[in-house]
Structures are given as structure tokens and as C-alpha cells.
């Protein structure tokens, strides 16, 4: 009985040990399989449930291959009924995934219409792929593919709301004179924007504080309004161009960022101002022209051009106007002349009587 009962146990175990190496066994090619053989996006979604009307709204996902020993084909086909229009893909309905490429990055944009109906607009995209090359005779294609689930919501609420991700400021010139203007020099303070809300939004104003090197003396304030507005759901550096007319020097920059009356990011920063010309010219305004912005030379061509019309205008005038006196006076010289020769007649006529 022991006997047999001890073969029963080494039976037993047998037959589990072959099974958990089956199990095993097809784990392992599983996961061979996957990592050879796979293709995955991330994230498998493209979600938003704050849109609006004729906003804009951007995704970026990455494609991800197991096994990228060829050239493949992807193919996308978009089911979002009534919304399928609104969405497209930067490298096309086609593309390439090309060989030794393991991820591949795609943005999927969202246009919203202006005229949408309000409401939920859910669907998926889905990815297929095939190899480039032909494949040998009797050989067999395998085509992978994926889906990617939609989920957009558009309502009536038009959000206004943008984080601040960062800052910084540029060196630059001091100010100088052109002719008889002068020129301040340009702070560039920028701003990196991630715009989380429905609608274009920028910061509402930039006060800027300049300070002196040892931050005791406070030396000039300046502030702007005119930023650059961002795109809904878009990450995007701004520059705020603010006038000052310090002289070279280094500074310190205490700086506040509004969202309306609201304080959204504050902070400290450091200033260098160089002499005239230090910069090279490549890191310059592109719009100036002899030392002078195009905005200003437009404004002197404007006021010749006025002053040039305005000229002939005048010339125009006096010139009307002496024509008139010279047909004038030649009417009166007629007059007179035919006066005298009407007496002149009658004269003679009483002389003949």
C-alpha cells in the first residue's frame, strides 16, 4: 500500500510539473509574441470633454512595435459619426511606419465647427498595418492592427483658463538715438503658456519691477498688455516686448503675470543690458531697417505721403484759384472792351448825324 500510494504522489507531481511547464511554456511565447510581434498605441484614447464651438484641440499618441525588422503600411479609418470630419492625423490617413522605428509619434487634431450641435460624439479609430514588400510564394502576411477609442463632449461654456510652465528674459541693447528719435531698448520676456481652456487665452498683462544689481533700488516699472493669445489645448511660448530706458548694466527683474485681476505667476529673474551693437545681428529684430523699425519708417512714409498730398493739394488750389482771377480778369477786360467799343460806335454815329 505504501508503495503504491508513493507512485500515486510521484504521479501526481509529474503530471502538475508538466502542466505548469505547458503553462510556462506558453506564457513565454506570449510574451515573445508581444514583444517581437506587437504593435500598441499610448494612451489608447483620444478624450476631451471641455470643447467648444470652433475650437481646436490636439492629441499626440505614440505607436508602439514590437518587432520593427520591415517597412509597414498603416492604414487609419476614423468612426465618429456626425464628428468623423472634425478629426485628422499630421502624417495622413497613410503612412509608413518605417523599419528599426519602434515608436512612432502621431498628433490627431479636432476641429470643432463652428455651427456644432452641442453634445457627446463618441466613436474609434482604428490602425491597420501590412509589409511594403511582397511576400514570397506561399509565405503569409500578417496584419496587425489597433483601436483607439474617441470621446469628445461639446458644450455651450466657453472656459478661459492657461498655466504658466515657465519664463525667461533675453539679454539686450541698451537704447540708442537714430537721427533725433530715440530708441529704448526691448525687453523679451517670455512665456511658456499651456493653454488648458476652450477658447484662445494669453495672460491679461505683465508688470515687470527692474531692480538694481544688489535688488535695493527699484529703477523703472513697465507693464504690457498686447500678448500673443494661444490656441485652446495648446503648449505655446509667448514674448511680451516691454520698452526700458535703462543703460548697460545688470539688473534684477521682479515680474507678475495677471489672468485678469488675478496673480498667476510671480517671480524674480536676472537682466543684462549690453551696449549698442555687442548683439550679433542675427539675434536682432529682424524688422529694423537703418537702425529704425519698419513700423517707424512706415510712419515717416506716411507723413511724407501726407505731407506731399496735402503740398499738392494746396499747389491745387492757389493754382484753381489763380485761374479763376486770370478768367476773371480777362471777362472784365472783355466787358471794358466791348463798353468802349459800343461808345466808341456811338460816338461816331452822332458825328455821321
Known amino acids: 500500500m505504501v508503495n503504491k500510494a508513493h507512485h500515486f504522489?510521484?504521479?501526481?507531481?509529474?503530471?502538475?510539473?508538466?502542466?505548469i511547464f505547458v503553462f510556462v511554456l506558453f506564457l513565454s511565447l506570449i510574451w515573445v509574441n508581444v514583444v517581437f510581434?506587437?504593435?500598441?498605441?499610448?494612451?489608447?484614447?483620444v478624450r476631451n470633454d471641455s470643447l467648444t464651438r470652433d475650437s481646436?484641440?490636439?492629441?499626440?499618441?505614440?505607436?508602439?512595435r514590437g518587432d520593427a525588422i520591415e517597412d509597414l503600411q498603416a492604414t487609419i479609418t476614423i468612426d465618429v459619426p456626425t464628428a468623423g470630419a472634425w478629426i485628422s492625423i499630421d502624417r495622413g490617413m497613410e503612412f509608413i511606419l518605417p523599419k528599426g522605428e519602434k515608436q512612432i509619434p502621431i498628433i490627431v487634431s479636432v476641429d470643432v465647427p463652428k455651427d456644432a450641435a452641442f453634445g457627446s460624439y463618441k466613436g474609434d479609430m482604428k490602425i491597420r498595418t501590412k509589409p511594403l514588400t511582397p511576400l514570397p510564394e506561399g509565405g503569409v502576411s500578417i496584419i496587425l492592427g489597433l483601436q483607439i477609442d474617441v470621446d469628445l463632449e461639446v458644450g455651450k461654456e466657453e472656459i478661459v483658463d492657461f498655466t504658466v510652465k515657465g519664463v525667461s528674459v533675453a539679454d539686450l541693447e541698451e537704447g540708442h538715438k537714430v537721427w533725433f528719435w530715440y530708441i529704448p531698448g526691448k525687453i523679451k520676456f517670455s512665456i511658456?503658456?499651456?493653454?488648458?481652456?476652450?477658447?484662445?487665452?494669453?495672460?491679461?498683462?505683465?508688470?515687470?519691477?527692474?531692480?538694481d544689481a544688489q535688488?535695493?533700488?527699484?529703477?523703472?516699472?513697465?507693464e504690457t498688455t498686447k500678448i500673443e493669445k494661444v490656441n485652446s489645448f495648446e503648449t505655446k511660448t509667448v514674448v511680451a516686448e516691454l520698452p526700458t530706458k535703462l543703460p548697460v548694466g545688470s539688473y534684477w527683474v521682479h515680474f507678475v503675470i495677471f489672468k485678469k485681476d488675478e496673480v498667476v505667476n510671480k517671480g524674480r529673474l536676472h537682466l543684462s543690458i549690453l551696449p549698442y551693437g555687442t548683439l550679433p545681428k542675427e539675434a536682432k529684430e529682424a524688422t529694423e531697417f537703418l537702425g529704425l523699425n519698419v513700423w517707424i519708417w512706415i510712419v515717416i512714409g506716411a507723413v511724407i505721403l501726407l505731407g506731399v498730398g496735402y503740398g499738392r493739394y494746396k499747389g491745387y488750389r492757389i493754382w484753381e484759384k489763380k485761374k479763376k482771377n486770370i478768367?476773371?480778369?480777362?471777362?472784365?477786360?472783355?466787358?471794358?472792351?466791348?463798353k468802349k467799343k459800343k461808345e466808341h460806335s456811338s460816338e461816331k454815329e452822332k458825328k455821321r448825324i
Open 192 to 211: 511658456k503658456i499651456e493653454n488648458i481652456g476652450n477658447v484662445k487665452a494669453s495672460p491679461s498683462k505683465v508688470h515687470i519691477n527692474i531692480y
Open 56 to 64: 481646436h484641440y490636439e492629441k499626440k499618441l505614440i505607436l508602439v
Open 327 to 338: 478768367v476773371r480778369k480777362k471777362k472784365k477786360k472783355n466787358i471794358v472792351r466791348k
Open 9 to 19: 504522489d510521484i504521479a501526481v507531481i509529474s503530471q502538475t510539473t508538466s502542466k
Open 37 to 45: 510581434a506587437g504593435f500598441g498605441v499610448s494612451p489608447p484614447y
Open 215 to 222: 535688488e535695493k533700488e527699484l529703477l523703472e516699472s513697465v
